[in-house]
């Protein structure tokens, strides 16, 4: 049996398969999602979604289900699934299925009487098009295979319903058949790896329920239009490939683009082998530049999160070479234009977040960890450097360096950290003046650039440059030490003391502004009020604001965003912070914690870990499907233990042999 594997005990309990989703991608954008049974749940779900930048830009739903049913003896079985409303489903053919394993693609066994089918789905790398592939292992008569395809040919933030302007022709092409359904979209081509015969019989199936949508507080009924349905007979051991693009394919070729994709799948062995391609999955190729997603199924690439999760999602996956991709040919140019003012150069959003530039920083520190301080100076030193003077001659157009050495932000009227939900256009969560997490990524920040810059023989700015950090160093404790753990944010007189994640960083960074003491008071503060095997709480639950449940309409969830909530990303930091205090004995403790995110990936999006959980017991997940900081937060914990398991293997062979020494 595989990592991740699931008998029919659960795929035919519909309230426990409904809640386990899916999601590929093929590292340029196109994502294919469902649930384990097939019955979309979300408006986002879709077996072909990809960006469509002609349509105004965002991902579009284009083939929304392919329904399969299996016909022997004039009985038809249908193997599809969709909710109707009133917790009513048809066709039900969750009934038929025996398993689910996702080892290295997708793969569902069907059993129907003595008939057993294998449907196994991927998507073509780096190019818009889904295969699903059919194998008969059993039959014991004559098999036919049915398949209705549902076009949505929409926005994944919309729905469609029964209109006059949807087009339901279909063209011929070879082995299938054409379909635009609305001019400016590109055509759907539904193929085969052998010839098949098509019924016209276009019919709108309406009032099909996404569920997630309706505990969302969203609109979640939708019309799907099926323009008619492929027949094709199947002898038993014969496969068939399906394959959805918006061009043409030489269908000749469908079984050696399938065997050539299978041998670039890794298999997911365990805990690393599973994250490590989630990770691979956020990566986006356009042309020579790559970005860094920041997840699925509504996110784009956006500075802070990239900066973050992509040293994780790269150098500590052995995948150097999407480093190079999406710093060094992608990062490396946008920041650079943006600091000279060319804006329209910049295609990241939110390069003019206060702590992004610094988050830059903190991933070149991570490339010099991983290789040499000697390598990230020669190529990253001067650009740190020109980062640090962009904040210290007051360039950043939202974070203000002011004499005691502090970045000053303003977060009244739009919100100046990663806690930006808004109500109304107005943050909820208003950190502003000096924010703790900002101060400690610049501290941090000015002594890393000292260290290149000591590297590349400039030692005269080198000293300058840790003079102006012990500035900021004293400022900041003088600032946010509360004599207990760190305020989470300063104006003026104000002291804001919510128990709150952000403070982790000051003590997880390499370069922390805090003495031992301060540093284990930090950690301890943490565990004690806001750790959750999920991760840390946004909010500890003893202060008055804490609304630990993610649920409701768009605004109560909103309001509870980061007022309780666990973001699993807080975990790297929390990591290196208590491995920091607490040395080799924390091991053991920290190898427990992970257990609850292995656990998770089990559970709601397979094999890869979502944007946040409920801050109380279940933890029940929430948000993205599959976020790339949740996933580059638990690899940097795993890589984290490694280096200290290497390290107390080496003291212990020191100790042996210094003790052998003594005997002798």
Not at 379 to 400: F, S, T, V
Request: charged residues 25%; proline residues 5%; neutral net charge.
């Amino acid at each position: 049996m595989s990592y991740l594997n699931f008998d029919k005990t659960v795929l035919v309990n519909l309230e426990r398969s409904l809640q386990k989703e899916m999601i590929r991608t093929n590292r340029a954008g196109v994502y294919n999602s469902t649930t384990l049974v097939d019955c979309n749940t979300r408006k986002y779900h879709g077996q072909l979604v990809m960006p469509l930048p002609e349509m105004g830009g965002g991902n579009f739903v284009l083939l929304s289900s392919l329904d399969e049913t299996v016909i022997q003896h004039g009985a038809e079985f249908n193997l599809g699934l969709h909710e109707y409303g009133d917790n009513h489903f048809s066709p039900n053919g969750h009934k038929y299925i025996r398993e689910f394993d996702c080892e290295v693609i997708s793969k569902t066994i069907y059993r129907v009487g003595a008939m057993v089918l294998q449907k196994e789905r991927m998507l073509v790398s780096f190019e818009p098009r889904v295969l699903i592939r059919y194998t008969l292992l059993e039959s014991g008569s004559p098999t036919t295979l049915r398949f209705r395809p549902f076009l949505a040919f929409r926005n994944v933030n919309e729905l469609t319903h029964e209109n006059p302007l949807a087009n339901p022709n279909m063209d011929e092409c070879e082995n299938g058949r054409v379909n635009r359904m609305y001019p400016g979209f590109p055509a759907l081509y539904m193929q085969f790896s052998k010839a098949v015969e098509y019924h016209h019989d276009p019919q709108w199936y309406k009032d099909i329920e996404y569920r997630k949508e309706r505990e969302r507080g969203y609109a979640y009924k939708e019309d799907l239009l099926v323009p008619g349905y492929f027949e094709l007979p199947m002898k038993k051991g014969e496969s068939v490939i399906f394959a959805g693009g918006v061009t043409e394919c030489k269908t000749g070729s469908l079984k050696t683009i399938w065997k050539k994709e299978m041998e670039r799948r890794n298999a997911r062995e365990d805990m690393f082998s599973t994250l490590k391609n989630s990770a691979s999955q956020f990566y986006k190729r356009e042309g020579d530049k790559c970005y860094m997603l920041a997840g699925f199924p509504w996110f784009q690439a956006d500075a802070r999160n990239a900066f973050f999760s992509t040293p994780s999602c790269t150098l500590d996956i052995d995948r150097p070479e999407y480093w190079d991709a999406i710093i060094n040919k992608t990062a490396v140019p946008e920041v650079e234009s943006f600091m000279k003012g060319r804006k329209d150069e910049v295609k990241m959003s939110g390069m003019d977040e206060p702590d992004a530039l610094l988050w830059f920083v903190r991933a070149v520190q991570k490339y010099a960890h991983k290789y040499t301080v000697k390598e990230a100076s020669e190529l990253y030193g001067q650009l740190c450097l020109d980062i640090i003077n962009y904040y210290r001659k007051q360039n950043h157009p939202r974070a203000w360096v002011h004499q005691n050495g502090l970045i000053w932000v303003d977060g009244t009227q739009r919100p100046a950290t990663w806690m930006n939900a808004t109500e109304n256009g107005w943050p909820i969560t208003p950190r502003t003046g000096y924010v703790v997490e900002i101060n400690a990524l610049w501290y941090n920040a000015m002594r890393f650039t000292a260290e290149l810059l000591r590297e590349m023989g400039k030692e005269t700015s080198a000293d300058l440059m840790e003079y102006q950090a012990e500035i900021t160093k004293d400022s900041f404790v003088k600032t946010f030490w509360n004599g207990l753990y760190l305020n989470d944010y300063v104006i003026d007189n104000y002291e804001n003391r919510e128990v709150r994640p952000n403070q982790i960083w000051a003590a997880g960074l390499p370069y922390s502004p805090l003495d031992k003491r301060q540093q284990k008071a930090v950690v301890d503060i943490c565990t004690k009020e806001l750790l959750t095997p999920k991760g840390l709480r946004t909010l500890s639950p003893k202060s008055g604001d804490y609304r630990p449940i993610y649920r409701g309409g768009q605004q109560e969830r909103d309001r509870n965003f980061h007022n309780g909530p666990v973001w699993p990303f807080t975990i790297a930091a929390y990591s290196r912070a208590y491995m920091n205090v607490y040395k080799y004995s924390g091991i053991s403790f920290m190898e427990r914690l992970l257990v609850g995110f292995e656990a998770e990936m089990s559970e709601l999006t397979i094999g890869t870990l979502n944007e946040m959980y409920d801050g109380n017991p279940p933890y029940k997940g929430h948000g993205g499907m599959s976020y790339a900081p949740s996933v580059a937060a638990v690899i940097s914990v795993l890589d984290t233990l490694k280096k200290y398991r290497l390290a107390e293997i080496e003291k212990e062979k020191e100790e042996n042999n210094e003790g052998k020494e003594a005997e002798l």
